[in-house]
């Protein structure tokens, strides 16, 4: 039997290498063999022990790799070819499929999402795709893995959320929080045609990003009052669509706090506590707001799509990836990113 490396989860707070068979593809599988990968903020949930998951699950859910065999039934395909798969991988059979809601896939909530939460995932040598022929999308040459690691997720998430609040041209928007999400989103709301662009975040770093990403005024939380200065800077009326993207009650009532009446809250982040509306922020349920959470699109259209933009050259996501470790590492970088030091946004993970 041959084995592989993968990332595995233990136990909260515990998250380390082990041997797995190298999985067989059956009918509509493909077998990848990972080239890079990295570490998102839900598997960060995941070793804390926020998100469940069983014991002896490979972690990861953002894969770039090289097709290493094919199972019966896939079609459009060739072994040796560079590919990305989406975080989310809908059948495009079920109900929420065919309905129109891919990322719930299955009927459960989240059910599209299933590298590292219900089947094995992508920090290993190989990844087992289901549904290959719907999920797997053939990379451009020219672009390398760093440059579209971000489309399997966080580039799809943070897209989402700017597609979801339905921003339009001339639109002012704010998105809470800089991290890899975030700077996802203030790029979508840049595509989406938004005129000013405010970002909220404590990083001076990340701001600086921001900026790069197409924010038009950054805030520092801790020198100035966020609330205070949009207000400000709108003149009071507030902004169109806030976009949370840390998943946090404060960040999200922050959002409600700023929006105009009949204004959007496009919530991205992962809250691991109990969510609450205040009284006020929420205008007793009379400020005609709208509250829409996104969970990312996948399949082969979506990723297709956000590899268009990538080689477009409209976003340029590679300086996001500031740090870079093998397989072997995976410890060391899970400590790293989980307690967010030396400036890391992005870690790739090279098998």
């Known amino acids: 039997m041959r084995t592989m490396k993968a990332a595995v989860f233990l136990r909260p707070g515990k998250i380390a290498l082990e041997d797995k068979p ?21 598997d960060v949930h995941i ?3 926020e998100y469940p998951v069983v014991a002896g699950l490979t972690i990861g859910h953002e894969p770039v790799g090289i097709i290493e065999q094919l199972g019966v039934g896939v079609t459009g395909y060739a072994v040796g070819q560079r590919v990305i798969v989406g975080a989310i991988t809908p059948c495009g059979q079920c109900h929420p499929c065919l309905d129109g809601h891919t990322s719930q896939c299955g009927g459960k909530t989240a059910g599209g999402w299933r590298f590292g939460n219900t089947i094995d995932g992508a920090q290993a040598e190989y990844l087992l795709v289901p549904n290959a022929t719907a999920n797997l999308e ?9 440059q579209v690691l971000m489309c399997p997720d966080i580039m799809s998430t943070g897209f989402g959320g700017a597609e979801n609040g339905e921003i339009k041209i001339g639109d002012t928007v704010v998105v809470f929080a800089q991290g890899p999400i975030g700077l996802c ?18 990083s001076a770093s990340r701001l600086a990003v921001s900026k790069e990403l197409g924010a038009d005024v950054t805030i520092d939380y801790t020198q100035q009052d966020p609330i205070a200065e949009i207000m400000r800077l709108t003149n009071g009326r507030g902004v169109d669509v806030a976009i949370e993207a840390l ?27 109990k969510l609450t509306l205040p009284l006020d922020a929420f205008a007793a349920g009379l400020g005609d707001y709208r509250i829409i959470t996104t969970l990312c699109g996948g399949g082969k259209e979506r990723m297709r799509r956000l590899l268009n933009v990538v080689a477009s050259g409209r976003v340029n996501f590679k300086p996001m990836v500031t740090h870079r470790f093998r397989l072997d590492q995976i410890e060391q970088a899970y400590d790293l990113f989980a307690n967010q030091r030396d400036g890391v946004l992005k870690v790739a993970i090279t098998p």
């Open 47 to 49: 070793l804390k022990g």
């Open 22 to 42: 190298i999985p067989s593809p059956g009918p509509g599988d493909a077998l990848i063999k990972i080239t890079t990968t990295t570490i998102c903020g839900t």
């Open 185 to 202: 989103a203030t790029a979508g709301a840049k595509l989406k045609g938004a005129s000013l662009i405010i970002t909220v975040d404590s």
């Open 247 to 273: 998943g946090t009650q404060v960040t999200f009532e922050n959002c409600l706090r700023v929006l105009k009446p009949g204004g959007t809250l496009s919530s991205l982040g992962v809250y691991s506590g």
């Open 138 to 146: 053939i990379i451009p040459d020219g672009l390398t893995d760093e």
